[in-house]
């Protein structure tokens, strides 16, 4: 192997990066770099949540100092604060669920004070904030519709003073006719997956994905939800972040590289 095949070990590989904005982004110049074209087709997105009065209140007084902690459990959440232009003051510390979310959050120029050591999961997070913090605590633990309020229960049951308020409602984007050609006939050689959200969409827009195309999970859970939503995961990435997800798609073969130069 030549260092430059070693330097980019993506050369030839056409990676679908299913969400957009700063993250995909990101995700997209760490593909390039590995030799990769990606295509970021965003899968999902949130919509305007249907009590829009609560979430300004609760970004207002986040901006005026009330909270201690602000926890993070997506990176969909960064969206919306960031559209919102969410001002997070220096005396409140932000809980991030896991490396991609703190990821998120530090590329539009949050501070990341916590990211859970093992369990990247709701309960995780709520298990080290409640092992930081002996004395109660104001918290603003902002939260998607469907999410189910197992991070506030933890941290109420703990005794902390929590306002769970609803951030956004996640909507699927369908994605163009291209892209769903290029998905069917194989041009695409991996999918990012990198939450259940993703997955439910992968699953409905593209019903006929080639048993070539690999199909990545960022975590253990995330893998879980794609194989319920009844995706083929062939990979899963050792830790949950971008750079161990590209990383376990690096060690595959390209898919048909033999065709690639075929007449």
């Not at 009844?230 to 590209?246: C, Y």
Request: aromatic share 4%.
């Amino acid at each position: 192997m030549t260092d430059s095949k070693q330097d980019r070990p993506l050369d030839g590989w056409r990676v679908l990066v299913p969400r957009g904005g700063p993250w995909g982004d990101g995700v997209a110049a760490s593909l390039r770099s590995q030799g990769a074209v990606p295509v970021v087709a965003p899968l999902i997105n949130f919509a305007p949540t249907t009590d829009q009065a609560a979430l300004d209140v609760a970004l207002e007084q986040l901006a005026a100092g009330a909270y201690d902690w602000l926890t993070i459990t997506s990176a969909t959440t960064v969206d919306v604060m960031f559209a919102h232009r969410a001002v997070v003051p220096k005396s409140t510390r932000i809980a991030a669920v896991g490396e991609t979310t703190a990821a998120a959050l530090q590329a539009v120029g949050y501070e990341v004070a916590l990211v859970p050591d093992l369990d990247n999961s709701a309960e995780g997070m709520a298990e080290q904030l409640i092992g930081l913090e002996s004395g109660s605590r104001r918290i603003l633990a902002l939260r998607s519709e469907i999410a189910k309020p197992v991070l506030s229960k933890l941290l109420k049951k703990a005794g902390h003073d929590v306002d769970s308020v609803v951030a956004y409602r996640t909507v699927g984007v369908p994605v163009t006719e291209r892209i769903k050609r290029d998905v069917e006939n194989g041009r695409i050689n991996a999918i990012l997956i990198t939450s259940g959200s993703v997955a439910e969409q992968v699953r409905e827009q593209f019903p006929e994905i080639p048993d070539e195309t690999l199909l990545a999970a960022i975590g253990p859970r995330t893998a879980q939800d794609a194989r319920k939503a009844g995706l083929p995961i062939t990979v899963v990435a050792d830790r949950q972040t971008v750079d161990a997800l590209i990383d376990a798609v690096s060690h595959f073969t390209l898919p048909h590289a033999a065709d690639e130069f075929a007449p």
